[in-house]
Every structure is written in structure tokens, then in C-alpha cells.
């Protein structure tokens, strides 16, 4: 087996960025990308309905925070056309995948050009009282309210409170690893 050690390079100079409160050193970004495709990850849809509109992208960056209370955290990039509304409607949806959705993922991943309200064409939706759009096919629905949003890097870090859950078909999930969609 080979392994491959990517460690900051200490002669080299500018390989600085703000990434918390102090600067730190980092691995290249590719080297960490590359990394990161060595991980499976639950693939999720989050949406968000309300005042400020209808969105939803496609998320792997989705971690249970705590269970007393239900807490999740979600990572958002800043330069998403999500990122203000889901700010200004303050309530999210985190939509589980199940193995046949991989066309939603790719849907919510701007992967076919479709913007905001238009992507929710794919899928099986429906529109709780809330406002917040929920895909009935989801292996699990979880209804969360932001708590806090907190800017790391290049993502907002999404605290929310989890509402409710939604427990939907069983069957196999969409998992993401090796950059391909894979069913477990
Ligand atoms: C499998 C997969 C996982 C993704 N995970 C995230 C994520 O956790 N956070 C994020 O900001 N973008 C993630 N993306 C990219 C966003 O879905 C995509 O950039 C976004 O929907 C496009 O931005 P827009 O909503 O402004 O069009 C992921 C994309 C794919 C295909």
C-alpha cells in the first residue's frame, strides 16, 4: 500500500488563509479535495421555503451536533443563491437521499441549470404548513430551525434546532464517494 503525505511545505511562503480565528496553515486545497472524495457521505437536500422564497441545494456537509437538544449543523457556501434566503426564512429542511434521487441531487447541485424554485420540478414535494418543502421520497426528513450561523473559510457553518423528523420509505440511501453516487 502507498501512501502519499501532504504536509504544508514550511519554505514555502503565502500558504496563509484566514480559516478561524488566527491564520493558519494549510494542505493544498486539490490535496484536500482529493482526500475528502476517499470519504462516503450521506447526500442530502436542504430546502427552504417562507417570505424570503422557495430554494434548496445539495449538501454532503451534514453532522449531528448533539441530541439533547436535537441539534444539526449544516455547511453552506457563501456564495450560494441559497445562503440569504435560507438566512432570511430561518427555518430549513435537511432531506435525506434515498439511492433513487440521484437525479435530485444532481438537480439541487445546479448539475442540470435549473435555479431555486425550478429545481423543485425534480422529485415527488410536498409542501408542509411551515412552508418548507419536503421530498416525500426521502429515506428521512429532518425540520430544523437556524440557531446560528457562524462564517468559516469560504462556508457558513448552519446551526439549527431539529424540529421534527420525518421517517420516509426504507429502502437503500444515496451515498457520495469517489465522486459518483453510490447505494447502500
Ligand atoms: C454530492 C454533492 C455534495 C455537495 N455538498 C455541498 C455542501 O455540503 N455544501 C455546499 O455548500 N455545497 C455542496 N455541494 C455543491 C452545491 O450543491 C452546489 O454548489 C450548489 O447547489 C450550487 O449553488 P447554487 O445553489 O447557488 O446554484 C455539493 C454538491 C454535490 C454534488
Request: aromatic share 6%.
Amino acid at each position: 500500500m502507498s501512501w502519499i503525505e501532504q504536509r504544508p511545505d514550511d519554505a514555502m511562503d503565502g500558504a496563509f488563509d484566514a480559516v478561524g480565528p488566527i491564520p493558519v496553515k494549510t494542505c493544498e486545497p486539490a490535496a484536500f479535495r482529493d482526500a475528502m472524495s476517499r470519504l462516503g457521505a450521506a447526500v442530502h437536500v436542504v430546502t427552504t421555503g417562507g417570505p424570503a422564497g422557495m430554494t434548496g441545494f445539495t449538501a454532503s456537509a451534514v453532522c449531528s451536533v448533539s441530541d439533547q437538544p436535537p441539534t444539526l449543523l449544516v455547511c453552506l457556501n457563501r456564495r450560494s443563491q441559497s445562503a440569504p434566503i435560507l438566512q432570511r426564512n430561518g427555518l430549513i429542511c435537511v432531506n435525506t437521499l434515498g439511492a433513487g434521487d440521484a437525479h435530485v441531487a444532481d438537480t439541487f447541485a445546479g448539475r442540470t441549470g435549473a435555479f431555486s424554485q425550478e429545481r423543485f420540478k425534480s422529485g415527488d414535494w410536498i409542501t408542509m404548513p411551515s412552508g418548507m418543502p419536503v421530498l416525500a421520497t426521502a429515506v428521512v426528513a429532518f425540520e430544523c430551525r437556524v440557531i446560528e450561523i457562524r462564517p468559516v473559510a469560504s462556508h457558513n457553518v448552519i446551526f439549527t434546532a431539529v424540529e421534527a423528523v420525518r421517517l420516509g420509505p426504507e429502502g437503500p440511501a444515496l451515498v457520495y464517494h469517489g465522486r459518483a453516487y453510490k447505494r447502500v
